[in-house]
Every structure is written in structure tokens, then in C-alpha cells.
């Protein structure tokens, strides 16, 4: 099973002690079941993502001594293996898409002969189950058309779409930690399946990218998080603009009020048809001057402004 995830395993001496390094007590060579994984390689995988060979070497030490599950599943009740070895191995004859020579990471993993693993023992044997995914974290996802680590700075790159005929993909360095295989159904990796995590990102420079926005004349790829931000934002300037509307509205009739109330004898639809083509600076105009047009009411009585400080009234007397 040359290309197959799961391959065919026998157990000899170095294996049983390789694989006592990790267990309470002395384990017997009929006691455990073995097998080998491919775990992954250096091929651009389903998600337009492949690993480096630097990556694959580092990930060897890391996978090594974790544990096999399904499904990517946290509970502790399904466990069912642990590696108990791993290394890089070149693939004679074979390429990758991008030219390369073809590496795979593989592994040695072992499960005991229990009741309880007679079931999934005889699915691996009999090709079965044989997909395996695995999880680990990469400090790095670098663009293979500009070369920017796109979990960092903004790649206006679609991975997946070709640029000058060129396959963009995202190239995952800087392995720092691996935490499982598990069984799957379908493995990002065609050959072994792989599923990545990333160590999180700074916060989200939103002016980075609206300018990024802005000035793109192409496609255009967009973080989780950055996708969020940018929502956030313009769900923001909708409300704002929807309240500048109805802000509007009150300006219109506010200045159609005071213009039929200067202007009497005009027809209403008249100013109507004028109000409702004003920007809102014209409206905001024309109701600031409308304001400050306006006289406080005096009492026909009350014209002599000082004989009112006095408050002597002499213009009663008879």
C-alpha cells in the first residue's frame, strides 16, 4: 500500500522498546498491534496548502509520542493508539505540483489487542479504515505568488486561482506543536489528510484593511477575523447613514416649513420640489440662517429699553 494512509506493519524488537518507553508496565510483542501512517507531505493539499520540508522534519520530533483518535475528538474515551515514532521519508520518482521532490512524514503507531480494538483492528486490516487527518500549529502560511506570511500582512492572493499561470498556495513553516492523528472519513491531504491550526493573529488593523480594500484591482482574500471587523464596520456606517437620513427628512420639512411661513402665497409642491433635491449642507443652511433670523418677541409696550431698566413706567402717565 505504497500510496495508502495506513500501511501494513510488523513488530520486532526495536519496536516493542520504542514503544515500552511510553507505557506503565512491560508490554509483550502479542499484546500490542502495529501499524504505519502517512501522515502528510509536501504536496499542495485540497486547501491549496502544503508544508515545507523544513516543517515535515521539525513535525517528526513533535508527533512522536501522541495519540491517535477520531475524528479530531477531545474526549479521552476515544483514544485508541499513540505514535511511537516518526520520520521523513523521500518518495523515489515522484513529484509534487509545484515541482518538487515528493516527502512524507510517516509514522509508526501502536493499539492494544483488546476486545475493545478487535473491531477497529480488523477495519485497518482490512482497509477500512486507512484516512487519516492530523492537527498541529504552524507559526507561519506564506503566499507562493508574493511571499508575504499571509497571517501577518495583507496578500490581496486567492489560493486556489492561478496568477500568470502560477497555482497560488499557501506554503505552512515554523512548525510549533502537533497534537494528533485521527481517523476521517476525508483528509484535506489526498494521500493523508492534514488539518492545520495557526497561533492567532494580532488584532486587526481595520484601516489596513479598508486601504487594502480600496486599492485592490483584483481579487481579494480576507481573514475570518478580518472579515468580521470589516462587517462590524459597515453594519456601523449603515446605521450611521440610515440616521442621517431621517435626520435629513426633519431638515427637509423644517426648512419647507419656515420658507412657506417667509413666503406665504408660494405653492407648497414648489417647495417641495426644492427642498427635496437640497444636500444636506444647503438644508443645513438654510435652517441655521432661518434661526438666526429670528427676533426674540418685544411687548408693543415695552419700546423704551432704558425706561424698562428703570422700571419707572412714565410712559403710563396720564
Not at 171 to 186: M, N, P, R, W
Amino acid at each position: 500500500m505504497n500510496k495508502g494512509k495506513i500501511e501494513k506493519n510488523f513488530t520486532d524488537r526495536s519496536d516493542i522498546e520504542k514503544i515500552n518507553l511510553f507505557t506503565r508496565r512491560t508490554l509483550s510483542e502479542e499484546e500490542v498491534y502495529t501499524f504505519t501512517i502517512r501522515l502528510c507531505d509536501n504536496e499542495v493539499d485540497r486547501d491549496f496548502e502544503r508544508f515545507s520540508l523544513d516543517t515535515l522534519n521539525s513535525l517528526c520530533a513533535l508527533f512522536t509520542g501522541k495519540t491517535g483518535i477520531f475524528d479530531h475528538s477531545m474526549k479521552s474515551g476515544d483514544q485508541k493508539a499513540r505514535i511511537y515514532c516518526a520520520w521523513v521519508e523521500k518518495q523515489e520518482g515522484e513529484k509534487t505540483e509545484c515541482g518538487d521532490d515528493l516527502y512524507c512524514l510517516k509514522a509508526k503507531a501502536y493499539m492494544l489487542r483488546s476486545e475493545g480494538n478487535a473491531e477497529l483492528i480488523e477495519e485497518i486490516e482490512a482497509g477500512i479504515k486507512k484516512e487519516v487527518s492530523v492537527s498541529c500549529s504552524v507559526e507561519k502560511s506564506i503566499c507562493s505568488v508574493c511571499g508575504k506570511d499571509t497571517r501577518r500582512e495583507r496578500c490581496s492572493h486567492i489560493a486556489g486561482n492561478r496568477y500568470n499561470g502560477k497555482l497560488c498556495y499557501r506554503t505552512l513553516e515554523g512548525a510549533k506543536d502537533a497534537y494528533e492523528f485521527s481517523f476521517v472519513a476525508v483528509p484535506a491531504q489526498r494521500e493523508a489528510g492534514v488539518t492545520k491550526a495557526f497561533t492567532d493573529k494580532e488584532d486587526v488593523n481595520l484601516n489596513e484593511v479598508i486601504n487594502t480594500v480600496k486599492g485592490c484591482e483584483g481579487d481579494l482574500a480576507l481573514s475570518k477575523k478580518e472579515a468580521k471587523e470589516l462587517s462590524s464596520y459597515i453594519e456601523g456606517l449603515e446605521e450611521n447613514a440610515r440616521l442621517s437620513e431621517e435626520y435629513k427628512d426633519e431638515l427637509k420639512k423644517e426648512v419647507a416649513r419656515q420658507l412657506m411661513k417667509s413666503l406665504p402665497d408660494i405653492d407648497r409642491e414648489i417647495v417641495s420640489s426644492v427642498t427635496a433635491v437640497m444636500t444636506f449642507k444647503e438644508l443645513k443652511g438654510f435652517k441655521d440662517y432661518f434661526s438666526k433670523s429670528r427676533k426674540a418677541p418685544q411687548p408693543q409696550i415695552m419700546n423704551d429699553k432704558k425706561a424698562a431698566e428703570k422700571k419707572n413706567y412714565s410712559h403710563f402717565r396720564i
